[in-house]
Every structure is written in C-alpha cells, then in structure tokens.
C-alpha cells in the first residue's frame, strides 16, 4: 500500500503565506513526477504545480507563476508548494499527487484545505 500524506494547510488572510507538505509512506515507490492540484467547490480540479524529479523541472499554473514554489526530495517521496501573495480564489481542497511509469499510475492523497481570506 502507498499512501500520500499531506500537512500544512489552514486560513489564512489574503496576502499570506502558506507551505504545503506531502510525503509517501508505505510501499517504495520510483515516483518520475509530483505535483499538486486544487478544486473548489462545484469547480473542476485544476493543475496546480508539478516538479519531474530527472533536472528538476518545474511546472506551474498560469496564476501561480511568482507566487508559488514547488521543491522537494525524490529519495524521501516528500514534496512542498510554498505558496505567497495568496489570494481567496486560491481557496481549495489542495492534492498531492505521485506519478510512476512501468505501469503508468497516479497516486492521490486525501487533500488538504486551504481557505483564504479576503
């Protein structure tokens, strides 16, 4: 079993800080990706933030660009999104997710709340 736990979420005030923390447990795995999404309610999941571990290449959302920081260690399977400038539409149910390939699978934690207020 491989499980993605995550921390870090809560309120906070528009134009505050908040990091993000996702770490696997259980079963090793050999993750080539991970990342972030976001979904509001009675909105669709959004493409937060991705790093690929081989060059540490990142990726952000549009909005995110300067305000958010993906960074984290492949050996540990831990992952953060630094998140600044914050903003209430940024308010969401945060996920953490780990990509492998051979197979191909996306693992998902439980998500975590971020509210933001204005």
């Known amino acids: 079993q491989v499980q993605l736990l995550e921390s870090g979420g809560g309120l906070v005030q528009a134009g505050g800080s908040l990091r993000l923390s996702c770490a696997a447990s259980g079963r090793t795995i050999n993750s080539f990706s991970m990342g972030w999404f976001r979904q509001a309610p009675g909105k669709e999941r959004e493409f937060v933030a991705r790093?690929?571990?081989?060059?540490?290449?990142?990726f952000y959302v549009d909005s995110g660009k300067g305000r958010f920081t993906i960074s984290g260690a492949n050996a540990k399977n831990t992952v953060y999104l630094q998140m600044n400038s914050l903003k209430p539409e940024d308010t969401a149910v945060y996920y953490c997710t780990a990509h492998t390939t051979f197979p191909d699978y996306d693992y998902w934690g439980q998500g975590t709340q971020v509210t933001v207020s204005s």
């Open positions: 790093i690929v571990w081989s060059g540490s290449r990142t």
